[in-house]
């Protein structure tokens, strides 16, 4: 394993989940990125975590499907196929059981998006600034 303990190479398997969760990782990818097997990368990864390679994916998935229900207007369909998930009837369940609502009650829950708009500090205070004075 090199010169780095075993914890960092799974670090390294953590980071690309976190990086590429809507894209369509596969346990030997994550393994590879940890430089171990298929087999021992999964027992060292739920041993560290306290959960599978595949869990911890589908947990950053639906936190960034919750994030996306608040914070933009997409459809739940959108939604999902943004975090890299394909089956809206799937990511219904698991969200559901994640969270206690389905996605769109989840979102009805919530005030809607335009309304919680945050405007950039710096246009704030751009356009909050007094007009010169032409006297100086």
Known sequence: ?????????????????????AGELTVDQMAAAAMLS??????????AFGETPHAYLQ???????????RNTDYSVADVCVA??????????????????LTPARYR???PAAADRAMVPACVVRTFSRPAPDSRL
């Open 83 to 100: 975090v890299g998930l394909r089956s809206v009837g799937s990511f219904t369940t698991s969200f559901k059981r994640t969270y206690g």
């Open 59 to 69: 947990t950053r998935r639906l936190e960034r499907a919750a994030a996306l229900l």
């Open 38 to 47: 298929r087999a021992h990368f999964s027992r060292a990864f739920t041993r």
């Open 1 to 21: 394993m090199g010169s780095l303990p075993p914890s960092r190479y799974l670090l390294r398997a953590k980071d690309l989940i976190d990086a590429q969760y």
């Open 108 to 110: 009805a829950s919530l």
